[in-house]
Structure formats: structure tokens, C-alpha cells
């Protein structure tokens, strides 16, 4: 009976079914975003620049005798793709894990790196090691950096610890 006959209007309330197919949902989406990282890892070595087609490259990669005793085949995999993969990966892992360190030490989901300064006192201390330290090496300011960014960081966290007490 509808409510224009005179009866009371249907309600319907969230059945099991609905919920198992929202979980299967939410299931094949964490299974299908878990695989991307290491199906791009995967694409990254297999696909490239250089004399190497695809496909070679992927026989390479799963230890075909022929491909392997190809040299310009495992320098184009091992010595070019592979180093500038994990670099990658790394590279964007990095600002990752600092930005969630920094909202755990902070106990505030805003929390970035940029905005609590470390980016600055990273360029700062580069900035500082050329100019007045003689830091001319390439690699100088891989060093620089990073004592840079933890002491933004350290005094940055410090000021805030300090407002907290008072």
C-alpha cells in the first residue's frame, strides 16, 4: 500500500547485500590501486629510450638465456632503466613519508614540509655550504640539504614545544 492509498511510506534501510557490494567495491579498488605502484615499476624497466625494443627488455627481465648474453640489452636494463626506477621511487617516496612524519610528530593533519619550513632551511644551507663553506663538488649539496631541512625542522618543532608549556 503507497502513501496516496492511505498507508504508510515505504522505508528501506541498507540490506547485507548492499553492504557486501560496496565491500567488494571497495576491495577491487585497494587491490587495483596497491598493484599500480609495481605495475609503473615494472613499465619503467620495460619500456625506455635506447636500442632495446619492449619486448626484449621484458625477456631480459625474466631470465631468457638469449636475452641475457644481449650487452647493449643489459646495459639499456640494468645501467640505465633500473638505477633511474629506484631513484624515481625513492625520490617519490621521500616527500611522502616527511610529510607523515611531520603530521605524526605534530598531531596536525596540515602539517607539510613546506609550510613548517624545512624546504627553506634546505635551500638555506645549500645556499650557505657554496657560498661561504666552498662546497663546489657536485654532490655538495646532497649533504647540505638535509642538515638544512632537519634543522629547520628541529627548530620549527622546538618553537612549538616551547608555546605549548607556557
Known amino acids: 500500500m503507497s502513501i496516496l492509498q492511505g498507508g504508510r511510506p515505504e ?8 553492504l557486501a557490494g560496496k565491500g567488494r567495491c571497495v576491495r577491487w579498488t585497494a587491490t587495483g590501486l596497491a598493484l599500480l605502484p609495481p605495475a609503473r615499476v ?3 624497466l620495460v619500456i625506455g629510450t635506447g636500442t632495446g625494443s619492449a619486448g626484449g627488455a621484458w625477456h631480459y627481465l625474466t631470465g631468457d638465456p638469449a636475452a641475457r648474453a644481449d650487452a647493449q640489452l643489459h646495459l639499456a636494463v640494468l645501467d640505465v632503466r633500473l638505477p633511474r626506477t629506484l ?3 625513492l625520490v ?8 607523515c612524519l611531520l603530521q605524526a610528530a605534530t598531531r596536525n593533519p596540515l602539517a607539510e614540509t613546506a609550510l ?4 627553506s632551511g634546505a635551500a638555506f644551507a645549500v645556499v650557505l655550504g657554496l657560498t661561504y663553506f666552498g662546497a663546489k663538488s657536485p654532490t655538495a649539496p646532497l ?7 632537519m634543522t629547520a625542522s628541529v627548530v620549527v618543532l ?3 614545544a616551547s608555546g605549548r608549556r607556557g
Open 11 to 18: 522505508t528501506r534501510s541498507f540490506s547485507s547485500e548492499m
Open 42 to 44: 615494472l613499465l619503467a
Open 87 to 89: 631513484a624515481a621511487v
Open 92 to 99: 617519490g617516496a621521500c616527500p611522502g613519508t616527511a610529510g
Open 116 to 119: 613548517l619550513g624545512v624546504h
Open 143 to 149: 649533504g647540505w640539504a638535509p642538515a638544512g631541512g
Open 158 to 160: 622546538l618553537f612549538a
